[in-house]
């Protein structure tokens, strides 16, 4: 009888604790305590996630972040910084016993054929992106994700890359991957809404031209959801991703929650890990794990 995947709607959490049950999850998955997980999430306020590798003082204007009361979250993926505001969040921990092929790229292409189902779903035709990733970028490896780094923008949904899904030219959904040993975890966010202007408000730029420009640049290359399905509601995606998940990896993701001992990780890692950005400092440790 084949294995039940699991569809996990947690809610509202804080910034840390969407982070930390997604590395519980993970965690117990490469033990064989949880099924591969397609998990749906939202945000308690209005928040920034950094990508793992991120510099978050040289980026990120934390003061104005402060007092906009925007929470700051270090991912366990790489990438940028992404703005969880008026957006859908997702994230999906499966292994390599489950189909996944090897390899970051071929990783990211047969997950995208359950985005690119879920989008369908709602009426709108994506594919991925046929931009690629700069060879010899000390993100596009095993282990992180492939977004490159670009000086103009701290931005993820400033660049398009072979993780990202499009339509009509503009990316969509952007994702990220992080490896440890067979399994991955995949996170990525579909915005709703435009809230460009203010996202880039928070970001650093050497001078105000600067900012501008790559604002520009980044609704150039970008749009949200509603500009192609006004209509649509956070639930409605949500449904729309369990299906076109089931659909494309041929195995129903069956509504479930999270067990007692993913819970009483997730807030430990909470305590050990994600309540601060410091954690990044322990890459060389976490890359050998991951």
């Known amino acids: 009888m084949q294995e039940q995947y699991r569809f996990l709607n947690t809610g509202v959490q804080n910034a840390a604790m969407n982070m930390a049950i997604d590395e519980a999850v993970l965690i117990h998955h490469l033990k064989s305590e949880a099924p591969p997980t397609l998990r749906v999430f939202r945000w308690s306020q209005p928040s920034i996630s950094l990508g793992r590798f991120q510099n978050d003082e040289q980026e990120i204007d934390t003061r104005l972040c402060e007092q906009r009361r925007v929470a700051l979250v270090r991912r366990p993926t790489g990438g940028r910084a992404v703005y969880h505001l008026d957006e ?92 440890k040993d067979d399994a991955l975890l995949q996170q990525g966010s579909l915005p709703l809404d435009d809230r460009a202007l203010e996202f880039f408000a928070m970001l650093r730029y050497p001078f105000e031209a600067a900012r501008e420009e790559a604002l520009a640049l980044y609704r150039e290359k970008t749009t949200p959801l509603h500009t192609f399905a006004p209509g649509v509601s956070w639930d409605d995606v949500a449904k729309a991703f369990r299906t076109g998940f089931s659909t494309a990896l041929h195995t129903e993701f069956v509504p479930g929650e999270l067990s007692s001992s993913e819970w009483e990780l997730a807030h430990q890692l909470v305590e050990e890990k994600y309540g601060k950005l410091e954690w990044r400092k322990e890459r060389i440790r976490l890359v050998q794990e991951m």
């Open 88 to 179: 859908f969040t997702y994230s999906i921990v499966i292994g390599k016993r489950y189909g996944v092929p090897s390899g970051v790229v071929a990783a990211y292409a047969y997950l995208a054929q359950g985005l690119i189902a879920a989008l369908q779903i709602l009426g709108v035709h994506a594919e991925l992106s046929n931009e690629r990733t700069r060879r010899g970028s000390p993100e596009a490896g095993r282990g992180q994700d492939i977004h490159y780094n670009d000086t103009s923008s701290a931005a993820c949904f400033a660049s398009s890359t072979q993780a990202d899904l499009t339509s009509s030219g503009f990316k969509l959904v952007g994702s990220a991957q992080v490896w």
